[in-house]
């Protein structure tokens, strides 16, 4: 079988990593150009109609493609995950009327088009709120949060040249994330859920929850619905707020996602072996934890600690030119015992310029 995928960054990279012992071909292409309203010329769609026309599947490591050039390419070659999915995630009105349209709770939600509707955004949604742009904003890009009136107008310099959704603000306990695989024959494998830790927008850390309790039953009803929804084919993530014992949707993926990389050293099947097993034609695989502590650190701006590291800690690295606030790699860690697992996090922590998110683990 014949698969190309959309991106040759490291999603891509960590794709086709998970299935190299299976007799696929696989082959991985820079993003196909897009203008600011994520559109492509009728030139571009044309050649890459032409270029994917022998491929069995398309698939993709992020979201910012032409849904006309998938739509084009989708006339002769099958594209999972669903072309649905992606437009709606997208943008952020979509997605969020999605969200409601499934029942699936999120906060409060606006469109701005213009100076009035942020001003009457204020009112309704009151003080802090956010404003986003609709599209391309990823890591904490493209957003604002409006602490009183007098920021209206920096909000509105900074981002009202572009379409806009204006949040209400939840005073969240943490943020989690679910993520799962679907096949083509109706199986959805579910993985642990997550704790995430940002700092400035980007994920700093992910922490493995193993305890199934209210919130993972919540998040995995919301995830299948929306899997359900949009006939999805492959893996999928949904970021949380965690208010009480309640979750707010945030943000949807329709890829794999930086808060499943943990299950590359700490499960039986990565979320990248099951979105490739499912948009093969293969059944998904149902993941189970292979430790009972685990967790990822992003390598933000920082090379791979140069030390020798204990047999618990797995490294990642993307192979990319050092950049401040460029992901870098990865480091998993994966550990039975709580005491073994705490001394690996701190060895890491001590080779990194970056602190830990949590004081304790």
Same mark, same amino acid.
């Given at each position: 079988m014949k698969i190309a995928i959309l991106g040759n960054g490291q999603l891509a990279q960590m794709l086709i990593e998970s299935v190299s012992d299976l007799a696929l071909e696989i082959d991985a292409y820079p993003l196909p150009e897009i203008d600011a309203n994520g559109q492509s010329t009728a030139a571009e769609i044309s050649l890459w109609q032409q270029r994917l026309k022998d491929y069995d599947v398309v698939t993709y490591e992020i979201e910012n493609i032409s849904v006309e050039l998938l739509q084009t390419v989708n006339e002769e070659t099958r594209i999972?995950?669903?072309i649905d999915g992606l437009k709606v995630a997208q943008d952020r009105l979509l997605e969020k009327t999605?969200?409601?349209?499934?029942?699936?709770?999120?906060?409060?939600?606006? *469109?701005?088009n213009s100076w009035a509707d942020l001003r009457e955004a204020a009112v309704s949604l009151g003080y802090p709120f956010i404003v986003k742009t609709r599209r391309f904003g990823y890591d904490g890009k493209g957003q604002y949060i409006v602490k009183a009136p007098e920021s209206l107008?920096? *909000?509105?310099?900074?981002?009202?040249?572009?379409?806009?959704?204006?949040?209400?603000?939840?005073?969240?306990?943490?943020?989690?994330?679910?993520?799962?695989?679907?096949?083509?024959?109706?199986?959805? *494998?579910?993985? +642990?859920?997550? $704790?995430?830790?940002?700092?400035?927008?980007i994920l700093r850390e992910t922490h493995v929850l193993h305890e199934e309790d209210e919130l993972t039953f919540s998040? /995995?009803?919301?995830? /299948? $619905?929306?899997?359900?929804?949009?006939?999805?084919? !492959?893996?999928?993530?949904?970021?949380?707020?965690?208010?009480?014992?309640?979750?707010?949707?945030?943000?949807?993926? +329709? /890829?794999?996602?930086?808060?499943?990389?943990?299950?590359?050293?700490?499960?039986?099947?990565?979320q990248f072996?099951?979105?490739?097993?499912?948009?093969?034609?293969?059944?998904?695989?149902?993941?189970?934890?292979? *430790?009972?502590?685990?967790?990822?650190?992003?390598?933000?701006?920082?090379?791979?600690?140069?030390?020798?590291?204990?047999?618990?800690?797995?490294?990642?690295?993307?192979?990319?030119?050092?950049?401040?606030? $460029?992901?870098? !790699?990865?480091?998993?860690?994966?550990?039975?015992?709580?005491?073994?697992?705490?001394?690996?996090?701190?060895?890491?922590?001590?080779?990194l310029k970056a602190k830990p998110c949590l004081e304790e683990f």
């Open positions: 999972f995950p669903a999605t969200f409601k349209q499934l029942e699936i709770e999120t906060n409060t939600f606006l *469109a701005v107008s920096k *909000a509105w310099d900074l981002l009202g040249q572009y379409l806009l959704i204006a949040e209400s603000f939840v005073a969240f306990d943490y943020e989690v994330s679910q993520v799962a695989s679907a096949d083509q024959f109706g199986n959805i *494998a579910f993985y +642990p859920l997550v $704790r995430n830790e940002h700092r400035e927008g998040a /995995r009803e919301s995830v /299948r $619905r929306l899997m359900m929804h949009f006939d999805y084919v !492959g893996t999928f993530a949904v970021e949380f707020f965690v208010k009480g014992n309640v979750l707010y949707a945030n943000e949807m993926a +329709p /890829r794999v996602h930086n808060s499943g990389h943990w299950s590359i050293d700490g499960a039986n099947v990565s072996r099951n979105h490739m097993l499912a948009i093969s034609g293969a059944r998904v695989v149902e993941p189970h934890a292979n *430790a009972r502590h685990m967790m990822m650190i992003n390598l933000i701006g920082e090379n791979v600690p140069a030390v020798e590291l204990p047999e618990n800690v797995f490294v990642k690295s993307y192979g990319k030119e050092l950049r401040p606030g $460029r992901k870098m !790699g990865h480091v998993n860690i994966v550990d039975n015992e709580l005491e073994t697992f705490v001394e690996s996090i701190n060895i890491i922590y001590q080779n």
